[in-house]
């Protein structure tokens, strides 16, 4: 153990979580100063009233005070406030198509079924995500040029007559700029978007991040995919020849012979797009003598923007010269239920080959307890992208319906596979509402009566509320909520994915036999109606209100937040991922301090920060020389590290890289948890109980091994510690004199002001012994 020296300080560099903290509750001051970064990853201090970087309160250890540094990096705006940044929850299928690629689970060596079958799996994802991606936007040209151009603007149509007059609409090609024009700029738009990417301007000495092959610590192998570019360009160039080939006549052929050409042009492009996608091989870029490094090659600057080019080209051509009818577009209904079709087919054949690629698996975490295991048995990225395609398909159903409700024009037609998706969702919503009738009334049922029996108290809770039986009380509800919700988030989602994905498989049965949507089912079709017009208009007025109210944009940035710490792999038309900005420069902001040999840099991480604060002290601890190890130490509080990464991600965030950083850390490692926190939970600890009146439990050890621990103690503050855990009460006990303190049960936020903060601290920092 390095032992503290006269002159030691410590600096406390925090690192926050999701929805747009801000630098004075990151920091815990009324003000701050910024010290280092740029406008998107700023490094602040508290700061005095003329805006000048402050001393932070001294850290009591070892019956001494000693001088620390308190810094925050407030990464926010990366994900929240403004229209831009808010818009990007419109993209939310694109993510979690993206998301669904970091959950397949690892690949073990030496297998080589496993690595084809992880290669295929992979392929499959990109092949997915391009159907996606024209999916969307074929829905979208079904709105602009088929509802909008060729019905409601024809020139006998009864529709916008006061906002559209009629030589508009009789002037050639006008009606097919107006349809396929606002296609081009949205995809221009997506494209756009896909090229973001967030700078590191906080440079570093310490080389490439660790485990980039097989990682063996947390994070390791998530990386930018060198593919990306080639990527974008085939989402672009898939994008724009399906919205021509819709125009043009669809799959079944073209509408006259005067377009063959164009159709011609629209079938190669597409078929460019999906082979390439597929055969671009190894998605993480590792084997650059892979099968796919020819297409790679073949796909440089210069062929990517000839496709994209010959793609905008035959759109412009297809809206000038093609006559758009005066009624429905023959290829409306076809292309866009041959697209709906084919990504559920692949859906279907990932979540099959996905079976035997996770059993392979198994033996990564067979010898784990089941608390520990990834979920549905590392087959959670079948649910997924199954969850994508739905949502993509509902939110392209609801925008056309919503558009043709406030169009107000009775005559307008949308495919008809779109009635049954609307019934899909009616009857999802229908079973939804019923299920919570019954099972709220019966949970608020079975809770009265375990409270009355004296049994619905965890007994950790009379542990950590000895002699406050108020406060016990208040606990105890809160406790069994979030543990309820910890244990069960995967459940709802998979539930939720099965039910849709059965319906839509029946309906699509009935639609492929042409069988319309039942009469008795129009309650429940007008229920899906209402359901997928609130996906689709609850997202477009959160947007708009988003443009006027920043401080809701930056609320809407949660979901950007969870879906963007994953860089662009199966999807590029997605958030830039912020991991690959914040983490490089926490390191390099440690690494700076840590060149002064009396400093200790402790990184402190809530709730998804906690990631970020792993990933960042796996690689310090893996670049520095052995004595300067001693001098980093991690705190992570309200984090998701066990009960979500690993068993969501087990191939970037598995359970043996935890146990890798906690044996290169040590006693270093503090995690501070809450049972009444439904979002965070412990990290280092699991089969916990309560036995003879001590906790017991297992976990990682000093020695970076796994097995029982000594009962845990209960610290100066009220905590219980158990191994590197600090449970800590809540409500809180106090107030303290001189310290901050906050009132009633505080769940996931609020970790700064109890007073196990700073005790944890001192831990990590070597302060003080556990």
Same mark, same amino acid.
């Given at each position: 153990?390095?032992?503290?020296?006269?002159?030691?300080?410590?600096?406390?560099?925090?690192?926050?979580?999701?929805?747009?903290?801000?630098?004075?509750?990151?920091?815990?001051?009324?003000?701050?100063?910024?010290?280092?970064?740029?406008?998107?990853?700023?490094?602040?201090?508290?700061?005095?009233?003329?805006?000048?970087?402050?001393?932070?309160?001294?850290?009591?250890?070892?019956?001494?005070?000693?001088?620390?540094?308190?810094?925050?990096?407030?990464?926010?705006?990366?994900?929240?406030?403004?229209?831009?940044?808010?818009?990007?929850?419109?993209?939310?299928?694109?993510?979690?198509?993206?998301?669904?690629?970091?959950?397949?689970?690892?690949?073990?060596?030496?297998?080589?079924?496993?690595?084809?079958?992880?290669?295929?799996?992979?392929?499959?994802?990109?092949?997915?995500?391009?159907?996606?991606?024209?999916?969307?936007?074929?829905?979208?040209?079904?709105?602009?040029?088929?509802?909008?151009?060729?019905?409601?603007?024809?020139?006998?149509?009864?529709?916008?007559?006061?906002?559209?007059?009629?030589?508009?609409?009789?002037?050639?090609?006008?009606?097919?700029?107006?349809?396929?024009?606002?296609?081009?700029?949205?995809?221009?738009?997506?494209?756009?978007?896909?090229?973001?990417?967030?700078?590191?301007?906080?440079?570093?000495?310490?080389?490439?991040?660790?485990?980039?092959?097989?990682?063996?610590?947390?994070?390791?192998?998530?990386?930018?995919?060198?593919?990306?570019?080639?990527?974008?360009?085939?989402?672009?160039?898939?994008?724009?020849?399906?919205?021509?080939?819709?125009?043009?006549?669809?799959?079944?052929?073209?509408?006259?012979?005067?377009?063959?050409?164009?159709?011609?042009?629209?079938?190669?492009?597409?078929?460019?797009?999906?082979?390439?996608?597929?055969?671009?091989?190894?998605?993480?870029?590792?084997?650059?003598? $892979?099968?796919?490094?020819?297409?790679?090659?073949?796909?440089?600057?210069?062929?990517?923007?000839?496709?994209?080019?010959?793609?905008?080209?035959?759109?412009?051509?297809?809206?000038?010269?093609?006559?758009?009818?005066?009624?429905?577009?023959?290829?409306?209904?076809?292309?866009?239920?041959?697209?709906?079709?084919?990504?559920?087919?692949?859906?279907?054949?990932?979540?099959?080959?996905?079976?035997?690629?996770?059993?392979?698996?198994?033996?990564?975490?067979?010898?784990?307890?089941?608390?520990?295991?990834?979920?549905?048995?590392?087959?959670?990225?079948?649910?997924?992208?199954?969850?994508?395609?739905?949502?993509?398909?509902?939110?392209?159903?609801?925008?056309?319906?919503?558009?043709?409700?406030?169009?107000?024009?009775?005559?307008?037609?949308?495919?008809?596979?779109?009635?049954?998706?609307?019934?899909?969702?009616?009857?999802?919503?229908?079973?939804?509402?019923?299920?919570?009738?019954?099972?709220?009334?019966?949970?608020?049922?079975?809770?009265?009566?375990?409270?009355?029996?004296?049994?619905?108290?965890?007994?950790?809770?009379?542990?950590?509320?000895?002699?406050?039986?108020?406060?016990?009380?208040?606990?105890?509800?809160?406790?069994?909520?979030?543990?309820?919700?910890?244990?069960?988030?995967?459940?709802?989602?998979?539930?939720?994915?099965?039910?849709?994905?059965?319906?839509?498989?029946?309906?699509?049965?009935?639609?492929?036999?042409?069988?319309?949507?039942?009469?008795?089912?129009?309650?429940?079709?007008?229920?899906?109606?209402?359901?997928?017009?609130?996906?689709?208009? $609850?997202?477009?007025?959160?947007?708009?209100?988003?443009?006027?109210?920043?401080?809701?944009?930056?609320?809407?940035?949660?979901?950007? =937040?969870?879906?963007?710490?994953?860089?662009?792999?199966?999807?590029?038309?997605?958030?830039?991922?912020?991991?690959?900005?914040?983490?490089?420069?926490?390191?390099?902001?440690?690494?700076?301090?840590?060149?002064?040999?009396?400093?200790?840099?402790?990184?402190?991480?809530?709730?998804?920060?906690?990631?970020?604060?792993?990933?960042?002290?796996?690689?310090?601890?893996?670049?520095?020389?052995?004595? =300067?190890?001693?001098?980093?130490?991690?705190?992570?509080?309200?984090?998701?590290?066990?009960?979500?990464?690993?068993?969501?991600?087990?191939?970037?965030?598995?359970?043996?890289?935890?146990?890798?950083?906690?044996?290169?850390?040590?006693?270093?490692?503090?995690?501070?948890?809450?049972?009444?926190?439904?979002?965070?939970?412990?990290?280092?600890?699991?089969?916990?109980?309560?036995?003879?009146?001590?906790?017991?439990?297992?976990?990682?050890?000093?020695?970076?091994?796994?097995?029982?621990?000594?009962?845990?103690?209960?610290?100066?503050?009220?905590?219980?510690?158990?191994?590197?855990?600090?449970?800590?009460?809540?409500?809180?006990?106090?107030?303290?004199?001189?310290?901050?303190?906050?009132?009633?049960?505080?769940?996931?936020?609020?970790?700064?002001?109890?007073?196990?903060?700073?005790?944890?601290?001192?831990?990590?920092?070597?302060?003080?012994?556990?």
């Amino acid at each position: 153990m390095l032992l503290p020296g006269p002159d030691t300080r410590v600096v406390e560099l925090r690192v926050p979580g999701i929805a747009g903290a801000t630098p004075e509750s990151v920091t815990g001051a009324v003000a701050t100063a910024t010290v280092a970064g740029d406008k998107l990853g700023r490094i602040v201090r508290p700061a005095d009233r003329m805006r000048r970087p402050a001393p932070a309160p001294s850290l009591h250890a070892g019956g001494r005070p000693v001088p620390r540094v308190i810094e925050g990096y407030v990464w926010s705006a990366m994900t929240s406030g403004g229209l831009a940044k808010a818009s990007w929850a419109l993209l939310f299928p694109f993510s979690l198509a993206n998301v669904a690629h970091w959950m397949l689970p690892p690949i073990p060596e030496g297998k080589r079924l496993a690595h084809a079958l992880g290669t295929f799996l992979r392929a499959l994802l990109r092949l997915a995500a391009l159907l996606l991606t024209m999916l969307l936007v074929g829905q979208l040209t079904v709105v602009s040029a088929d509802l909008i151009a060729a019905q409601c603007l024809a020139p006998d149509a009864a529709c916008l007559t006061s906002t559209v007059p009629r030589w508009v609409r009789e002037l050639p090609g006008a009606r097919g700029l107006i349809g396929l024009l606002p296609v081009l700029l949205v995809v221009i738009a997506m494209h756009r978007l896909s090229t973001v990417d967030w700078t590191v301007t906080i440079k570093h000495e310490l080389g490439d991040a660790p485990g980039r092959r097989m990682p063996t610590l947390p994070g390791g192998g998530v990386e930018a995919d060198p593919d990306t570019p080639a990527l974008r360009a085939l989402h672009v160039t898939a994008a724009l020849a399906v919205a021509s080939l819709l125009v043009l006549g669809g799959p079944m052929g073209p509408v006259s012979a005067g377009v063959g050409v164009l159709w011609t042009a629209a079938v190669v492009l597409i078929a460019v797009a999906v082979l390439s996608v597929f055969f671009l091989d190894d998605p993480t870029g590792a084997q650059a003598e $892979g099968p796919g490094r020819w297409l790679r090659g073949a796909l440089g600057t210069g062929p990517r923007r000839l496709l994209m080019i010959a793609s905008a080209v035959l759109l412009i051509a297809t809206a000038v010269l093609v006559e758009v009818p005066a009624g429905k577009l023959v290829g409306a209904d076809p292309t866009a239920e041959l697209l709906g079709a084919v990504l559920a087919l692949i859906a279907v054949l990932v979540a099959v080959v996905l079976a035997p690629a996770a059993l392979m698996a198994r033996s990564e975490w067979a010898k784990q307890p089941r608390e520990l295991r990834p979920w549905a048995g590392g087959w959670m990225a079948a649910p997924m992208l199954a969850l994508a395609g739905l949502l993509g398909g509902g939110f392209g159903a609801g925008m056309a319906i919503t558009v043709r409700s406030s169009l107000g024009y009775d005559k307008l037609a949308l495919p008809l596979g779109y009635q049954w998706i609307t019934l899909l969702w009616g009857l999802f919503a229908a079973f939804s509402l019923i299920v919570l009738a019954v099972v709220v009334p019966l949970w608020l049922l079975s809770r009265s009566i375990a409270e009355k029996r004296g049994n619905y108290a965890p007994p950790e809770i009379a542990l950590l509320h000895k002699d406050r039986p108020e406060d016990a009380k208040r606990a105890a509800r809160r406790w069994r909520q979030a543990a309820w919700q910890r244990r069960n988030y995967h459940r709802l989602l998979i539930a939720a994915a099965g039910l849709l994905t059965a319906g839509a498989v029946f309906g699509g049965f009935f639609r492929a036999l042409d069988i319309p949507v039942p009469g008795w089912a129009s309650g429940l079709s007008g229920l899906g109606v209402a359901t997928l017009a609130g996906l689709a208009g $609850g997202f477009l007025f959160v947007v708009y209100q988003a443009s006027r109210h920043p401080d809701r944009a930056r609320k809407l940035g949660i979901l950007a =937040d969870l879906a963007s710490f994953w860089p662009r792999e199966a999807h590029p038309t997605v958030p830039p991922c912020y991991k690959l900005k914040v983490v490089p420069e926490i390191v390099a902001r440690a690494a700076e301090h840590l060149k002064e040999p009396n400093t200790r840099v402790v990184l402190v991480g809530h709730s998804q920060g906690s990631l970020m604060a792993a990933v960042a002290a796996a690689w310090l601890v893996d670049s520095l020389p052995e004595h =300067d190890r001693e001098r980093v130490g991690l705190v992570t509080a309200g984090s998701q590290l066990q009960w979500a990464y690993p068993r969501a991600f087990p191939a970037v965030v598995p359970h043996s890289s935890l146990a890798t950083l906690a044996g290169m850390l040590g006693p270093r490692w503090r995690s501070l948890c809450r049972g009444t926190d439904t979002l965070g939970g412990p990290v280092t600890t699991w089969s916990r109980q309560v036995y003879d009146g001590r906790l017991l439990g297992v976990g990682f050890r000093p020695d970076g091994s796994e097995g029982p621990l000594s009962p845990a103690v209960t610290g100066p503050t009220g905590a219980l510690v158990l191994g590197n855990d600090h449970w800590l009460p809540d409500p809180m006990r106090g107030p303290f004199p001189n310290l901050r303190w906050a009132p009633g049960v505080l769940g996931h936020n609020e970790y700064q002001p109890d007073p196990e903060w700073d005790r944890a601290v001192a831990i990590a920092a070597g302060l003080e012994t556990p």
